[in-house]
Each structure stands twice: as C-alpha cells, then as structure tokens.
C-alpha cells in the first residue's frame, strides 16, 4: 500500500521524503538508496514518478548516480551548489524554452551573417570577449553575458524584432541559462571555455558570412542541452531543422 497520502505532484512529495531522510541522516552522506524498484514498491508509484524525482534530486545536487552501481547521497565534503531550481517541472520548462531558442536563433544567426556590418560585429565581438574574459562562479553573471552574446547577434539581423523578442523573454531565457550554467559547472570546470569556443564557432561564421555554418555552429551549441534536458525527461529527439 502506497505510504503517499497527501494530494498533489507525486515526484515531488517522493523528493520531499527522500530529502527528509537525507537530511536526517536516515540516508547518510556517501550511501546507496534503495532501488528504483524498491522506492517503486514503498512508496506506491511508478517508475517514472521515481525517476522523475531522483532527476530532481540529482539536478539539486543531493544525489549522484554511479554507472552500474546505483544511485548514492552526495558527500558532505562535495562541491555542490544549492539552489532552487530543481524540480521536474523546472526541468521541462527550461527544454521548452530552449526549444523557442533554438527556432528563432536559428533564423537569427543566418539573418546576421548575411546583413552583418562592422559596427554589428564589433558588438558581437565585444560580448564574445566579455564572456571568454568573464572570471566567476556566478553562474547569474555568466547566465547574463551569454545572453548578451545572442543580443548581440539578434541586433545585427538589422531585423528590430529579433532584439526585441529576446528581450522581452529575457527572464524565461535567463532561467534556462542559469539552470544550464549551475548544472554544467558541477559536472566539469572547463563548461565556460567549451561554451565560448562554441561562441567562437558562431562568431567566425557570422565574420566570414557564411550562413550555413553560422546556422550549424549554433545548433550545435544549443542541441546538446536540448538533448541533454530531453535525456533527463525521457522524451523524443526533435525533428530535423530544414536549412
């Protein structure tokens, strides 16, 4: 029988229960939880309820999973940041945003390779330079300065409603990008020198005019989040973009 009584969003009653025994200690730091199957049979939900709220818990940094051998409490002593963001629906919501990126920045990118001006690219490369120079753990202020980069891009489609589209979701993309910083910079130190080689990519192509592979660098840039978000949530891969 189901020990979840109370009303309302099942993986995150599960998360608060097993954030309870975290913090209590019942699941100490460096210990294995119970299986999937056992949560499962516990607490009276499906495996998907149970997967959900072990993505939650990971993405707050309270679990990591261990390849083959289960899934274990972080250590006291790891280097995790805690945070809001990381209930399921925050998850779904920063893919969703990420997918908006991705269909109008596409269309962003190949319009400023083939309108850029000199003034346009010295923009773009004055907020390329901010984030490649940019010395923080704040993943606010780097969330800032890679949205800046798209700005940068979005206004040199001499299009004014591609600026203005950007900054009127600018708190949605800000979310996604916060989310995507905070996350990333756990798994690996070097995530912002991998994101501005891939600034450089886009930024070359937008300098040489070619929109082709300006359009490429950028999807390359933004798939494997997308992918990554996707992954997280068991969902589908996205269709292929026509050029």
Do not use: W
Not at 36 to 65: D, H, M, N, P
């Amino acid at each position: 029988m189901s020990i979840i009584t109370q009303r309302g969003n099942l993986a995150e009653i599960v998360v608060t229960k097993l954030t309870e025994r975290i913090d209590s200690g019942l699941y100490a730091p460096g210990a294995k939880i119970p299986s999937s199957a056992q949560l499962c049979e516990e607490f009276g939900v499906s495996r998907t309820v149970i997967r959900e709220a072990l993505t939650s818990l990971k993405v707050g940094g309270r679990v990591t999973a261990r390849q083959g051998a289960g899934v274990y409490v972080t250590e006291k002593d790891a280097k995790t940041l805690h945070y809001e963001i990381s209930r399921i629906e925050d998850i779904r919501s920063a893919m969703q945003i990420l997918e908006l990126r991705l269909g109008v920045e596409m269309q962003s990118v190949a319009l400023a390779a083939a309108r850029r001006t000199p003034e346009a690219l010295a923009e773009i490369a004055r907020a390329y330079d901010k984030l490649e120079t940019l010395k923080t753990d704040d993943a606010e202020v780097e969330a800032r300065a890679d949205f800046d980069f798209h700005l940068a891009i979005a206004r040199a489609t001499r299009n004014p409603h591609f600026p203005s589209f950007l900054e009127a979701v600018m708190e949605s993309i800000n979310f996604e990008l916060v989310l995507k910083h905070r996350q990333s910079s756990r798994a690996y130190s070097g995530y912002l020198k991998k994101i501005n080689r891939e600034h450089a990519a886009i930024l070359a192509a937008i300098t040489q005019g070619d929109v082709k592979a300006a359009k490429q660098a950028l999807a390359v840039h933004l798939e494997e989040s997308l992918s990554r978000y996707r992954l997280m949530l068991d969902e589908p891969e996205s269709v292929e973009m026509a050029d």
